[in-house]
Each structure stands twice: as C-alpha cells, then as structure tokens.
T-cell receptor, first 117, second 117 residues
Framework: DTGVSQDPRHKITKRGQNVTFRCDPI?????LYWYRQTLGQGPEFLTY????????KSRLLSDRFSAERPKGSFSTLEIQRTEQGDSAMYLC???????????????FGPGTRLTVL | AQTVTQSQPEMSVQEAETVTLSCTYD???????LFWYKQPPSRQMILVIR??????QNATENRFSVNFQKAAKSFSLKISDSQLGDTAMYFC??????????????FGKGITLSVRP
C-alpha cells in the first residue's frame, strides 16, 4: 500500500462552478478525515467518516459542501457553487479508528489544491 | 472546545544545532493526545512524535523529543542535531480521546523552521 492518495492534485475553477475531489485511504483504515488548509495556517477539520457513516461535520462545512464515503472505502468531497473563499488545500487523512488495533496516528494524503478564480 | 497556540511563526537554526519549538493548548479534557506533525515544502504531512496525556514520561523519537508540561498545558518539541531535511512547517496538534477510538485533530497555526547549512 502506497498510502493515502488524492485526486486531482490541483484544480482551478471559475467562481460558481462545482468541483469534486476524491480520496483513497490506506486500505485497512476505517476512519477517513477531511481537513482544509489555507496558506500559512494549520489544517482545519471539516468532517470524518467511520466506514460509510459520516460521524461529525464542522460548522465550516456549509450546505455547499457535501462529503460521501459510499462503500466505506474511497471518499468524495464536493463543493457546489464555488466561491473565491473556498480556495485552499483540501487534505484527506485516514486512520485505524476502532477495534483491536487502534492507532491514533492519522496518515495524510498530498492534498488537492483548489484555486477559485 | 480545544485550542492550540503556536506563537512563533518562524525559526531558523544552524545545521547540527538544537532548536525548540513551542506550543501551548487549552482544554478541559483529562484524556487526550498531543502530536507534532511535519509538513515539508510541497510534500505531505507526516507524524513526528506523539504524547499521551496520561503518561508523565516525555516521548522521544531519535533526534526528536518533547517537553510535556500538563499543568502548564505546554508541549514543546526539541530537535537535536538539526539536519537540512528538517526544514519544514511544524504543526502542534491535539486529539481528544473518545472511548476506544480516536477523533479529529485540532491544529495550531504552525511554525516554519529553516535549517541553515
């Protein structure tokens, strides 16, 4: 396993367009997290899943944002009607959240850099 | 809610020297974890070191060690024998311990460390 992967790595879009990002976690990890990181800042939590269930959403996640993890494997994050303020790096992370082999380490992907013009 | 504060935006150190990065946090939780993550330029975030709050002994990983002062809510990272590859942004992060499972990370703003040859 090569780790957490994200696609695309870069996305440039015009204001008002919809965008979708994909995250593939480490295969045995049941927890998947989305964070947003703006330039010069630390990542901010958006949402996380345990298997296919979305367990928590941040208030940062407006109704224009939706995330899914339909089969408990990969996840998608969609932003509708993008705004310039959505420009950021979107990071995905995964971990082994529960069960006999609990690890609190979150493994991060390379991120998707979104630029909204 | 938890907060993590990294008040130093930038630091510089000579190769082979020792540097200490500061972090303070605020929480009402008694059971939690603290982390230092490293984000090299244009590369993904990786875990440097972690500390369980219930452990009094400071964590150590090779050249990296922490000074965990629970009463003062302080969690500093010491890098010994600094190497050029240590140049990166370093984030202090907090995770509440929820039963047997882990949860989201709350990050500080980060500090940019430059190692000079």
């Amino acid at each position: 396993d090569t780790g957490v992967s994200q696609d695309p790595r870069h996305k440039i879009t015009k204001r008002g367009q919809n965008v979708t990002f994909r995250c593939d976690p480490i295969s045995e990890h049941n927890r998947l997290y989305w964070y947003r990181q703006t330039l010069g800042q630390g990542p901010e939590f958006l949402t996380y899943f345990q298997n296919e269930a979305q367990l928590e959403k941040s208030r940062l996640l407006s109704d224009r944002f939706s995330a899914e993890r339909p089969k408990g494997s990969f996840s998608t994050l969609e932003i509708q009607r993008t705004e310039q303020g959505d420009s950021a790096m979107y990071l995905c992370a995964s971990s082994l959240g529960t069960g006999g082999r609990v690890s609190n380490e979150q493994f991060f992907g390379p991120g998707t850099r979104l630029t909204v013009l | 809610a938890q907060t993590v504060t990294q008040s130093q935006p930038e630091m510089s150190v000579q190769e082979a020297e020792t540097v200490t990065l500061s972090c303070t946090y605020d929480t009402s939780e008694s059971n939690y974890y603290l982390f230092w993550y490293k984000q090299p330029p244009s590369r993904q975030m990786i875990l440097v070191i972690r500390q369980e709050a219930y452990k009094q002994q400071n964590a150590t990983e090779n050249r990296f060690s922490v000074n965990f002062q629970k009463a003062a809510k302080s969690f500093s990272l010491k890098i010994s024998d600094s190497q050029l590859g240590d140049t990166a942004m370093y984030f202090c992060a907090f995770m509440k311990h929820v039963g047997g499972a882990n949860s989201k990370l709350t990050f500080g703003k980060g500090i940019t460390l430059s190692v000079r040859p």
